[in-house]
């Protein structure tokens, strides 16, 4: 999968959000992630990669991040005097801060999580390989290919127009703040958030085959007499085909394993930072309505900014839905197949079939940010309902900050 991805990974290693791993640090083999154990050969090629550290990569990282502090310093630097309502200039602030941190920790995620980076990449290969190859799937991997080139160029393409119509709106408004200052970190943002966007959808296509190829082995048990003369049944009905079900689900889980933890931070940062985001657009976009000047006609510009971002974040909600949708499915599917053989003895395929059981219960299919929340639809809720509080806390310190401003 890194082959077809590369001409997006090549734009993704431009922002600074990814890095080729030249020798990958795990081993991916038969459902199972191999970790280099502690030896003298280890220990010399960690040295040895301790001298390499200054790679054309790791510079252009480190020029990012010294650009971010530059244009930090300078964006607080160049925001000159007391502004005419403190909480506006604060909350600017705020998401400035926001926005850069957050680009920070994609960047240090770049440069800690490579190796678990390459190794997921790895292991969507390895995913490709067993459904092809164990289990006798068609991927479709031309339609596969062809959806994510769809939403690579749909999001992008929204995110553009949505910055090019607030660039001309916020310049014909005279009001740009530090959204130049920022810019780069918005576009870090958004890159870093499609990127983990089509990830899930690959590993949700990967979920749908093994669902199919699952729901006709149950069918198989279910209505023997059915029988279909393009469909091998001796094979479906075997102890390997099960065990390549098992292999598989193993590779998707651990996917998704490595998924969290080397995006978690970025994750967690990204939708804190979309948050606030929300809370100031929606903030300002009152205070042009209720005149204040330097925000004339800021709702042209605000819904303009939230559009493809709420389009984001509510698309990569549903997908991690649909995820552990199919895995509630899988299990599902698992138990009717488990009630079908408990009249039959105790069989090596029947201690495979509890076995895989218990182990979808345990190893549940989710993607969190570090654990501090689940995306699932469920989250934006929990979204709008914090987006809402900040607001209504914007619009308490501005009505005592105007009550300020009339006593003075």
């Known amino acids: 999968m890194e082959h077809e991805l590369r001409h997006w990974l090549r734009v993704c290693m431009f922002f600074g959000i990814y890095q080729r791993q030249p020798k990958p640090a795990f081993a991916v083999a038969r459902g199972t992630l191999t970790l280099p154990t502690e030896s003298h050969g280890c220990r010399r090629s960690d040295h040895s990669d301790k001298r390499r550290l200054l790679t054309p990569s790791h510079c252009h990282l480190c020029l990012i991040a010294l650009m971010l502090c530059v244009i930090y310093v300078h964006g607080l630097h160049r925001c000159g005097g007391m502004p005419t309502l403190m909480l506006t200039w604060v ?4 998401l400035f801060s926001l926005q850069v941190l957050t680009n920070l920790l994609i960047l240090m995620e770049t440069v800690r999580r ?116 393009d469909i091998n049944h001796v094979r479906l009905a075997s102890l390997d085909s099960l065990l390549a079900v098992k292999e598989t689900y193993t590779l998707i889980y651990g996917a998704f394993h490595m998924l969290n933890y080397f995006a978690g931070w970025s994750l967690f940062g990204i939708v804190n930072c979309y948050m606030f985001d929300v809370s100031c657009n929606v903030y300002w976009t009152l205070l042009s309505l209720d005149g204040y000047q330097n925000r004339r006609y800021y709702y042209v510009a605000g819904p303009v900014a939230l559009l493809p971002l709420v389009a984001i974040v509510c698309y990569l909600c549903f997908l ?18 488990k009630i079908l053989r408990t009249k039959q003895p105790l069989t090596p395929y029947r201690l495979v079939l509890q076995q895989l059981s218990a182990q979808i219960q345990l190893q549940q299919i989710e993607v969190t940010a570090q654990h501090f929340f689940v995306l699932e639809l469920r989250l934006l809720m929990t979204i709008f309902s914090v987006a809402s509080t900040n607001l209504v806390i914007l619009v308490q310190f501005l009505c005592l900050e105007l009550e300020l401003l009339s006593l003075s």
């Open 91 to 94: 909350a600017s602030v705020i």
């Open 114 to 229: 490579r190796a678990q980076h390459a190794a997921f990449l790895q292991t969507l290969a390895a995913i490709e390989d067993a459904l092809k190859l164990r289990l006798r799937v068609n991927v479709q991997k031309r339609a596969l290919l062809h959806d994510l080139r769809c939403l690579i160029g749909c999001f992008a393409l929204c995110s553009l127009v949505g910055l090019l119509l607030f660039i001309i709106s916020t310049h014909w408004l005279n009001y740009i703040g530090f959204f130049w200052h920022g810019f780069w970190s918005i576009l870090t943002m958004r890159v870093r958030i499609i990127q983990l966007l089509l990830y899930v959808r690959i590993l949700q296509h990967y979920l749908e085959c093994l669902y199919v190829k699952l729901r006709e082995i149950v069918a198989y048990h279910l209505a023997p007499e059915e029988l279909l003369l």
């Open 320 to 337: 991690c839905e649909r995820c552990q949708d199919l895995a509630r499915r899988i299990a599902f599917l698992l138990n009717k197949l």
